[in-house]
């Protein structure tokens, strides 16, 4: 019963391998499509780690890099501050300012002016004590704060045109031209004062000093950070080589970012200078207006005794007053 024909036995063999190689070619470009997915997958795997190690190793030598630099530029800040010093003389000062006068100059100019605003003291009827402190702040006070004056102006008109000099080497160095060379077109075509100091450094070139010395003296006419981190670049790009144009264009970013940086400090702290100004101001406001309207009333203080003492007292508080204003509106960044 159960006995079964040879040749029914190979036609069943010869069905079932006919319907596996038909399953079989059905299904051959997907099993091949999942195999090249796999393949590719475990290859992508593979390179991923590969890159994911190399962008491990690459931050790892730019961190030490970094490191490498700072440390330099602290070496180089350092060894600068060393050399000039922090105290700056009346002669550096003048020089600065760019007036074109010289030391002995200023002093005469300086004595001339206190002996006019003595004689102005004297004809307004003033005692021997106010002719004296008139002589006194014409030929001491006035002409060091008209310096001082001139010299923070030049400083701020140097900070105002010195990105776009560096701009102009980044430029320059990226066409092909050497620094000499965009030096020299700063020195003619840029507005004073950074016409004039680029112009020292090509004369300076000139007389045998080399780029890092000739651009070290920049930081001695004009010491400002600004001038200190343009000296520092190019001395690390000339021991050190490097990428100059990409250098001094991060940095004519970082000086753009302090200006905008000091600009909204002073927006910000504009309401509290103007209250300042207006309490500082006051008491001196209010005694030339009572003055005016009753002399006899406020005149004790110019003839007694006690008077010139009280105002003797009233000014060193009001000095001190003045100066913690000061201390709290200033911003250093």
């Given at each position: 019963?159960f ?11 010869l ?37 994911a ?34 105290k ?8 600065q ?56 102006r030049r ?27 965009c ?11 950074v ?17 890092g ?16 981190f ?37 927006a ?29 009333y ?36």
């Amino acid at each position: 019963m159960f006995g079964l024909d040879l040749t029914v036995i190979a036609i069943m063999a010869l069905a079932a391998l006919a319907f596996g190689g038909i399953i079989f070619a059905v299904m051959f470009n997907r099993i091949s499509a999942e195999a090249n997915q796999a393949r590719r997958f475990n290859n992508i795997k593979e390179r991923d780690q590969f890159k994911a190690s190399n962008a491990t190793a690459r931050i790892q030598d730019a961190a030490k890099r970094r490191k490498t630099v700072q440390d330099s530029l602290k070496e180089l800040e350092e060894k600068q501050k060393a050399k000039h010093g922090t105290k700056v003389t009346l002669k550096k000062m003048i020089e600065q300012s760019g007036l074109k006068i010289t030391l002995s100059q200023f002093y005469i100019l300086s004595g001339v002016f206190g002996v006019l605003c003595g004689f102005a003291a004297l004809f307004s009827g003033f005692n021997f004590i106010v002719i004296l402190g008139a002589i006194f702040v014409g030929a001491l006070g006035v002409p060091r704060w008209f310096v001082s004056f001139t010299r923070k102006r030049r400083f701020k008109a140097f900070l105002d045109e010195f990105p776009n000099a560096i701009d102009v080497i980044v430029r320059g160095v990226k066409a092909g031209l050497p620094l000499n060379d965009c030096m020299a077109i700063i020195a003619r075509e840029a507005k004073d004062p950074v016409r004039s100091e680029f112009g020292r450094i090509v004369e300076s070139q000139k007389m045998g000093l080399t780029m890092g010395d000739a651009i070290g003296k920049l930081y001695q006419n004009v010491p400002l950070a600004e001038a200190n981190f343009f000296g520092i670049v190019v001395a690390i790009q000339e021991s050190a080589g490097g990428n100059l144009s990409e250098a001094l264009s991060n940095l004519s970013g970082v000086l753009r970012d302090r200006k905008k940086l000091n600009n909204k400090i002073k927006a910000v702290s504009s309401e509290a200078k103007a209250s300042a100004g207006i309490i500082g101001s006051l008491p001196m406001c209010v005694s030339v207006l009572i003055y005016l309207t009753t002399p006899d009333y406020i005149s004790l203080l110019f003839t007694h005794s006690t008077g010139h003492m009280i105002l003797g007292a009233s000014a060193i508080w009001m000095s001190m007053g003045i100066l913690v204003m000061k201390n709290m509106i200033n911003f250093d960044f």
